[in-house]
Nanobody
Framework: QVQLVESGGGLVQAGGSLRLSCAAS????????MGWYRQAPGKQRELVAM???????NYADFVKGRFTISRDNAKNTVDLQMNSLKPEDTGAYYC??????????????WGQGTQVTVSS
């Protein structure tokens, strides 16, 4: 069984910064992509940023230049540094990881979510 555990959410004023961390643990053979999604009340979950095993990154347009995603393959962790936060960044942030099993079949896992609230 694999678990993704997030940390680092909280309340911050507009213009402030937060850093989210996610650690994968359990029966891990290999991890492909890792990333962060968010979901605001009444809205669908949306991609924030994704990072491949080779460190190739992909960002949603609304966070480009403000957020930075990074990962540590040795520790099976992924972080999201969020700067210049805006009230519209408020939501539950979910860690996501695509793992490969020993047959190289992909399996998607989600964390439990961590709340980010940005006050104006």
């Amino acid at each position: 069984q694999v678990q993704l555990v997030e940390s680092g959410g909280g309340l911050v004023q507009a213009g402030g910064s937060l850093r989210l961390s996610c650690a994968a643990s359990g029966s891990i053979f290999s991890i492909n992509d890792m990333g962060w999604y968010r979901q605001a009340p009444g809205k669908q979950r949306e991609l924030v940023a994704m990072i491949a095993r080779d460190a190739t990154t992909n960002y949603a347009d609304f966070v480009k230049g403000r957020f930075t995603i990074s990962r540590d393959n040795a520790k099976n962790t992924v972080d999201l540094q969020m700067n210049s936060l805006k009230p519209e960044d408020t939501g539950a942030y979910y860690c996501n990881a695509v793992l490969l099993d020993p047959r190289f079949l992909p399996q998607t896992y989600w964390g439990q979510g961590t709340q980010v609230t940005v006050s104006s």
